[in-house]
């Protein structure tokens, strides 16, 4: 996630944004989707702004690739992007003006959305910071904490790539550091202090992204006393801190670095007005094979519901709503409306859908996680609510935008039903998709666990007991842990 800079018309836009009405200028803006092998880009950027953003996203993935850790998990579908050209309709369907961007993802379709500047500058740098994120996720499977994962999203997006392929990352915007870094009040040590998430109740935030960008950029260029790189340690650091490591434990432990001086380090570091960049060359395309679309009244609002799902869900009923009004039984909309319902309207919503068309597979799947809610629930008795939610999910289970999906549930529900061995074949494709997930971490250790795999399971408990930002569930892991035993 990134912020935006300034706070004052931040909050005049986030009340304008309370009113379902503003997003009327928003949805009757002209939006397109351009697709590509690796994007589906909807946008309301004119058409040479929009492609020309598709090509410098295209060359992005290629240059970033050789500069982040781990190999691509699973194939993917392609990430969908929704670029909005202002900033201030970002901040109505978002419902809030702190953040020019996010990243939501998912077993199925990932989603990144973004928006310029406050000043409508930055629309491309805001969004390779969320790619960044995005990237993160489906190639490593060490978890990173915040600090330093919003640090490197924001440090990678400062590359850059001429038409000759040559690749230069790690530039130095000046002005900006000798504005915000290291405020005197700000502690280096709360701030490496943070797993899960920068909590704007606590952190002035946009000196917190700051400060993180700087102490990334540092520890991706600056040598040691000894006249070694920190960057050839960076890897192993980042592994202690995965296997439970605090961040000041694990940089003192592995870099020689203590944070009670880094504040001191990281002033005399930037003060040098000429400090080094890498650079390396990538291989451009000839051409960029592309589709682009323009979409009509009901998607528009069916990609703005998605976005406005994750923060504004009033926004979001609405656009569903008014797509249900124009066609009812658009089975997305039906489905994604379930998803922001609870009780009665929810099984209504998944209803028709189901009645729709059976075999689709997101109706099938949802139709499933239904039917295993109101059993855990007792609503329903869970000796006829599971064999149907197992063939639900199984009727899924080879769609190529769903399936991993529809394993999940299947690995979860073998669980409950005491058949760990096919638990833990669904559960590993799910895993394979997204290895940082600490919730299907902790189903894979209860497979593992009841396969009598005790040191994989204990691996992957370890990795829910450290990285689930829910305490509950890090309690849980803990308790899994302890019902283990000692290692052999």
Not at 359 to 381: S, W, Y
Request: hydrophobic letters at 40%; one cysteine or more.
């Amino acid at each position: 996630m990134i912020l935006r800079s300034t706070t004052r018309l931040g909050a005049a836009i986030a009340a304008v944004a309370a009113s379902v009405f503003v997003c009327a200028d928003v949805e009757d803006r002209d939006w397109c989707i351009t697709y590509t092998e690796h994007f589906e880009v909807v946008s309301d950027l004119p058409r040479a702004q929009a492609l020309d953003l598709v090509a410098h996203l295209d060359r992005f993935r290629s240059a970033a690739g050789a500069l982040l850790p781990g190999e691509p998990s699973s194939p993917a579908p392609p990430l969908k992007l929704v670029a909005f050209a202002r900033a201030q309709d970002f901040a109505t369907v978002f419902n809030g003006a702190h953040v020019a961007g996010f990243t939501r993802p998912s077993l199925d379709q990932s989603l990144l959305a973004s928006g310029p500047g406050l000043d409508g500058k930055h629309l491309n740098r805001n969004i390779f910071h969320e790619y960044v994120h995005f990237l993160l996720r489906s190639r490593a499977a060490l978890n990173l904490p915040i600090w330093y994962e919003e640090g490197f999203a924001s440090y990678l997006a400062t590359l850059g790539v001429d038409p000759t392929g040559l690749v230069t990352v790690g530039r130095v915007p000046y002005t900006y550091l000798r504005s915000v870094l290291v405020p005197p009040g700000l502690s280096i040590a709360d701030v490496v202090g943070e797993r899960f998430e920068l909590d704007p109740e606590r952190h002035d935030l946009s000196e917190v992204y700051g400060l993180a960008w700087a102490i990334v950029r540092f520890l991706h260029h600056a040598e040691d006393p000894s006249g070694g790189r920190y960057a050839t340690k960076l890897g192993a650091m980042l592994a202690a801190i995965d296997n439970g490591a605090s961040s000041s434990r694990a940089m003192e432990s592995v870099l020689g670095l203590e944070v009670s001086t880094l504040k001191a380090r990281l002033r005399r570091y930037f003060e040098n007005h000429e400090l080094p960049v890498y650079q390396f060359r990538t291989e451009l395309r000839d051409r960029l094979s592309f589709r682009r679309d323009c979409l009509g009244a009901v998607d528009t609002r069916y990609h703005l519901a998605d976005v406005a799902s994750f923060h504004h869900p009033q926004l979001a009923t609405a656009l569903y709503d008014d797509i249900l009004r124009r066609e009812p039984n658009h089975i997305e909309a039906l489905i994604a409306l379930s998803r922001i319902n609870t009780g009665s309207r929810a099984s209504r919503l998944v209803r028709r859908a189901y009645d729709i068309d059976p075999n689709h597979p997101a109706a099938a799947i949802r139709m499933a996680e239904l039917k295993v809610f109101d059993c855990q629930g007792g609503r329903t008795p869970c000796g006829d609510a599971l064999p149907e939610a197992i063939a639900l999910y199984t009727r899924a289970l080879n769609s190529d935008s769903h399936g991993v999906a529809a394993a999940y549930g299947l690995g979860i529900i073998s669980l409950y039903v005491q058949r760990p061995a096919d638990a833990l074949e669904y559960l590993l494709a799910a895993h394979a998709r997204a290895p940082w997930s600490p919730q299907i971490n902790f189903y894979l250790g209860e497979a593992y666990g009841r396969t009598g795999v005790k040191e994989r399971a204990r691996m992957h408990f370890r990795k829910t007991a450290y990285w689930h930002p829910d305490e509950s569930w890090r309690k849980r892991a803990t308790a899994a842990l302890a019902k283990l035993g000692p290692p052999d």
